[in-house]
């Protein structure tokens, strides 16, 4: 059964720092782009980051960039966000997903991840 796990969610206080991991496994997710997503209670879930297949190319949300890093390590078939100086609106649950149609380019359109995991809940507190 093919899937993705997320862990490393929790309770911060602002200006913290988090490290996400989504775990995949049942299918070689090495070969293909990956991406984390957000949803806060009332709002759409919403792109944070992705990563090309290869590690090379990268997006970020405006809303993150310079604050939040993501990487993988496609021999442990793994991919990680690393959150720095949190704030209160990062609060969400953070989703991973990966990208069944794309290796070597960032996409950032939900409709193009084909699988997701069940989500890691992060609150930040002022």
């Known amino acids: 059964q093919v899937h993705l796990v997320e862990s490393g969610g929790g309770l911060v206080q602002a200006g913290g720092s988090l490290r996400l991991s989504c775990a995949a496994s049942g299918r070689t997710f090495s070969n293909y782009a990956m991406g984390w997503f957000r949803q806060a209670p009332g709002k759409e879930r919403e792109i944070v980051a992705a990563i090309s297949q290869n590690g090379i190319s990268t997006y970020y949300a405006d809303s993150v960039k310079g604050r939040f890093t993501i990487s993988r390590d496609n021999a442990k078939n793994a991919v990680y966000l690393q959150m720095n100086s949190l704030k209160p609106d990062d609060t969400a649950v953070y989703y991973c997903?990966?990208?069944?149609?794309?290796?070597?380019?960032?996409?950032?359109?939900?409709?193009?991840?084909?699988?997701w995991g069940q989500g890691t809940q992060v609150t930040v507190s002022s």
């Open positions: 997903a990966a990208d069944f149609r794309h290796r070597l380019v960032v996409i950032t359109a939900l409709g193009e991840y084909d699988l």
